[in-house]
């Protein structure tokens, strides 16, 4: 069998991740066992929640994550060789994999269907886990009507890009929310954003209150903290917010304080509602199905910040915890 290549954790990270928090390892693979796969990493995913998860590093352990991998040896009749599967089993580069292990809280690796002239890459973002987030998360939970106001807070990212152009698919006006004045030109000129601007530069309060002056309908939160404090002080009457994730404290190494939000609720009697993207995970297909065409019409666009090099994984992971990344961050192996 092969060697195959893992990144480990070298030890727990403490506030931002280091690159000297990782170390590479080779290892002898063992040979196939009946129902295993052998898959080739071709991209690996990097992603907020592989921070946020602490309580699944190890020292020691293979950093978690997804990648897209090309299976190139088999002893499963519904594996076949050739074939590409999105699989949960972490950065490595060459992986067994037992699609079906027991016990275990992973999803079972993903068949990509025929993507026909779409990169593969894109079955790590808006054709996979961060599109399905955006889809349902804004959809199900979000509702949005014509005409509604809808803003996204990490608006330049995986998940927030697709959020705001299909609130625009759905006759929504959209206000993106993004940490670099590079970022907010991408999201009003090419994304066709109605308004946009640079949190680290504008106050987000008063920036609101121009754009919306009626208020805001919905709000997709991707960064928590402060920042969304100060949209959903600014909602309107029966707004619903969709809380999907919260970068802003991820690296953070106590609690931050929060504003209170209570009289807004209250007041205003919003709906807030958390979720976890697994929830939808029987209907991800319809998704991809309905953005993919999208894309292929001309009103769904997606950027990828691809780094080079398996062994460049830690730096593209730590760059998109600093907001280098453009639309999705991916490593090609
Ligand atoms: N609930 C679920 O099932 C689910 C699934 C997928 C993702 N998520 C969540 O969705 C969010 C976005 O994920 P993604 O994959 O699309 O990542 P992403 O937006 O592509 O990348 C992360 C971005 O976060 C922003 N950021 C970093 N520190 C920040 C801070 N202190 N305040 C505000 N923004 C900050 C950076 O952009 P800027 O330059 O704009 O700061 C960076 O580019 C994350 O919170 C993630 O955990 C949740």
């Avoid at 954790?9 to 129902?35: H, N, W, Y």
């Avoid at 352990?61 to 991998?69: E, F, H, K, L, R």
């Avoid at 088999?74 to 060789?81: L, Q």
């Avoid at 705001?164 to 006006?173: E, F, T």
Wanted: glycine residues 12%; charged residues 25%; neutral net charge.
């Amino acid at each position: 069998m092969p060697k195959g290549r893992k990144i480990v954790i070298a030890s727990l990270f403490k506030g931002e991740p280091k690159v000297t928090d990782f170390k590479i390892e080779t290892e002898e693979l063992p040979t196939l066992q009946d129902g295993q796969i052998l898959c080739e990493a071709e991209y690996i995913s990097v992603d907020p929640y592989q921070r946020a998860y602490s309580q699944r590093h190890k020292v020691g352990a293979t950093m978690i994550g997804s990648q897209v991998a090309r299976i190139v040896e088999s002893r499963s009749p519904d594996y076949p060789i050739g074939r590409h599967v999105v699989g949960y089993w972490g950065w490595s580069d060459r992986t067994v994999v037992d699609p079906a292990p027991k016990g275990e809280e992973v999803l079972p690796p993903m068949l990509v269907p025929d993507l026909g002239d779409l990169p593969l890459s894109l079955s790590l973002g808006v054709l996979g886990m961060p599109g399905a987030t955006a889809y349902f998360g804004l959809l199900d939970i979000c509702d949005p009507k014509p005409g509604e106001t809808v803003v996204v807070s990490g608006a330049a990212g995986a998940v927030g890009s697709i959020v705001g152009q299909i609130a625009r698919i759905k006759g929504c006006k959209v206000i993106g929310i993004a940490g670099s004045d590079l970022k907010v030109k991408w999201l009003k000129e090419e994304l066709g954003f109605d308004y946009a601007f640079n949190y680290k530069t504008v106050n987000v309060d008063k920036a609101l209150k121009e754009a919306a002056p009626q208020g805001v309908d919905c709000y997709f939160d991707n960064v928590g903290g402060e920042q969304s404090g100060q949209v959903i002080a600014n909602m309107r009457h029966r707004g619903r917010i969709s809380v999907c994730g919260c970068i802003s404290t991820y690296n953070a190494t106590k609690v931050p304080m929060a504003p209170v939000l209570q009289m807004h609720m209250v007041g205003k009697e919003l709906k807030m509602e958390g979720f976890m993207v697994g929830r939808w995970w029987g209907r991800w297909d319809e998704a991809f199905t309905e953005m993919a065409q999208w894309i292929r019409e001309g009103k769904l666009k997606y950027k990828e910040t691809v780094t080079d090099g398996f062994q460049n994984t830690p730096q593209a992971f730590i760059g998109m915890l600093r907001g280098e990344n453009l639309g999705k961050a991916v490593v090609k192996v």
